[in-house]
Each structure stands twice: as C-alpha cells, then as structure tokens.
C-alpha cells in the first residue's frame, strides 16, 4: 500500500481492489461545481473496480 498511495486516489483504491472481495468508501457529500472540479474519488472508484463497492455518506454534522 505504501508504493500505491504516490498514485492519484482513484488509482490507487483501484490498484489495492484487485485481490479485495469488497471495497468500502467514505464519500463527503460534494455537490455541484465542486464535484465537478474535483471529480469524485469514491464514485471513479465504484464505476472502475470489479469488486462490489459500498459508498458510505459522511455524516450530515461532519466538518471539513
């Protein structure tokens, strides 16, 4: 894992899910034009991997 998290995240999440049986994510609930800038990490990985993949929502009184 220390080699793989050089990588871009959605690179390297996807990297480590090839021997995984599953793959757990955190999302944190960016929406509108930063989503599209920034993309999302855990949906790049959920369209990518050929591993079931669950998407956790942060919760609704998290703060950055």
Known sequence: VADAVRMDARLALAHEASGADMVVVGARGHRG???????????S????????????????????
């Open 33 to 43: 034009l930063t989503r599209l800038l920034l993309g999302s990490v855990a949906s």
């Open 45 to 64: 990985v959920a369209h990518h991997v050929q591993v079931p993949t669950v998407i956790v929502p942060a919760p609704e009184d998290a703060t950055e």
